[in-house]
């Protein structure tokens, strides 16, 4: 949805201003000379940094804090869910109100789009075609959905005609943007609150890939994901498709574990070759790459001794990667692993429950907190003490908790020391456990 004249746009009013995609919007069109305001439920590190901008910030919902003078309202694809009184309301008000995928779709049209999609590893990818682009001096714009670090920011406005954007699949979001190339990580069963099954996430990928313009870059060893491509490839074979698998090797010794971002990096290695950018600039630009934030981040260490990290992962195969990942530099027998994880959405932890059984091996002790429901209503029949029930029984330490004060406690009454490494891993808000009871050095 394209047909939105920006230059006519003076003020604009976001809902959910602090989500990491939305904000990085909001960020745009600040610095491109509109009054911009905002609203969030509740206050964040990104609320707080666009109030430093200037950007006004009101903490709460509802349709009174909605100026009656914008000339637009961008909301994010939640609030339909979770609060259809106010959605109502905004569509009754006779102003223009996009979404935040149909305001992606929309500043990237008419660009040199790349947009990176799959179930999992868009924000890596999409972060490591950003270094790659800007050290090899393509000047491009960027929209990530995490920070990057060599810029705290999930923006970058870049005066070329490059757009590196990470695409999310949820509710067919991404289809809103027409890329030149599309990276496809992986396809897996995911938010199948919205998707009837594997076959409809597919089809929405291949949806995606038909409205590309040039090239598809993919793994063909994933394949949820060869198998789309080939049927496209098979019905039209307007686009070149690219196989990034063939890249592993190619990949340097990177400075972030795991096999899941040598992937990543070859992803990114193959869309640097299509763009024909110098090897030696690739190689040294991956090499250099230092991780986003909430991507198995590195918090630092306690006085205690105790290393901690953040990671984002969400998804059991996302959990098993990033537990992996670090076992390649903490192996087993030299470093307790302890885990903190808030299971992100009733729907997903009821529809993949058997492989967030199984999915905490390489962990050493499993802390639950409860399910953060996000956009949907409770639902009774799953909840992290099951879980934690399913789990014990498949050989993990684990204890599930009601609330975060009595997993605040717990943590303090394991008293970590220097043979430990903690995570707080999820989706949700299971970070601000360790910025709590944790003082890091």
């Known amino acids: 949805m394209t047909n939105l004249d920006l230059k006519q ?7 959910g201003i602090g989500g990491i995609g939305i ?38 919902q509802s349709f009174e804090l909605i100026p009656s003078d ?22 009754d008000m006779g102003i223009i109100y996009k979404s935040y995928p149909e305001m992606l779709g929309i500043v990237t049209a008419n660009k040199y789009t790349i947009a990176v999609s799959g179930t999992h590893g868009k924000t890596t990818t999409t972060a ?12 491009p714009s960027v929209i990530v959905g995490s920070l990057l670090k060599d810029y705290k920011s999930n923006l ?35 938010h199948l609150d919205y998707y009837k099954d594997l076959a409809d996430i597919q089809r ?57 971002n040598r992937l990543d990096a070859a992803a990114a ?10 090897e030696g600039i690739t190689q040294k630009s991956l090499a250099e790459f230092g991780g986003t934030w909430r991507r198995l981040e590195k918090k630092g260490v306690t006085a205690e001794g105790t290393v901690v990290y953040d990671d984002y992962a969400h998804h059991p195969t996302e959990v ?58 409770k639902d009774e029949s799953v909840s992290s003490e099951k879980l934690a029930e399913a789990m014990s029984k498949n050989g993990v330490q684990v204890q599930a908790f009601a609330d975060f004060e009595s997993a605040e406690q717990a943590v303090l009454a394991l008293k970590l020391g220097t043979n430990d490494v903690f995570v707080t891993m999820g989706a949700g808000e299971a970070n601000k456990v360790s910025e709590k009871v944790l003082k890091l050095v």
């Open 23 to 60: 904000s990085a919007i909001a960020r745009m069109m600040f610095l491109d000379g509109k009054e911009v305001s905002g609203s969030d439920m509740s206050g964040s590190n990104i609320t707080e940094e666009l109030e430093t901008l200037g950007i006004k910030i009101t903490i709460g």
């Open 320 to 377: 098993r990667a990033s537990l992996q990942a670090l076992r390649e530099i903490y192996p087993k027998g030299e470093k307790n692993i302890v885990v903190i994880f808030q299971p992100h959405l009733y729907s997903r932890t009821k529809a993949l429950f058997a492989d967030f059984v199984t999915c905490f091996k390489e962990a050493d002790r499993v802390l639950l907190l409860p399910i953060y429901f996000a956009r949907e209503d």
């Open 156 to 190: 970058i406005v870049g005066q070329s005609e490059f757009f590196v954007v990470e695409a999310c699949e949820y509710e067919r979001s991404f289809l809103n943007v027409k890329p030149k190339i599309l990276v496809i990580t992986n396809v897996e069963a995911d």
């Open 70 to 91: 914008v000339d637009l309202i961008v909301y994010t694809i939640a609030i339909p869910h979770y609060d259809p009184k106010l959605f109502k309301q905004i569509t």
């Open 204 to 260: 929405a990928f291949g949806e995606m890939v038909a409205q590309t313009e040039n090239f598809v870059v993919y793994n063909s060893k994933d394949i949820n994901t060869h198998v789309l491509v080939s049927e496209y490839e098979k019905a039209s074979g307007k686009v070149q498709v690219v196989d990034y698998s063939k890249y592993l090797d190619q990949v340097p010794e990177l400075a972030v574990p795991g096999a899941h």
């Open 128 to 139: 490591m075609i950003a270094k790659v682009l800007i050290d090899a001096e393509k000047d």
């Open 269 to 278: 290695y193959a869309v640097a070759e299509i763009l024909g950018i110098q």
């Open 9 to 15: 746009i003076k003020k604009v009013f976001f809902i």
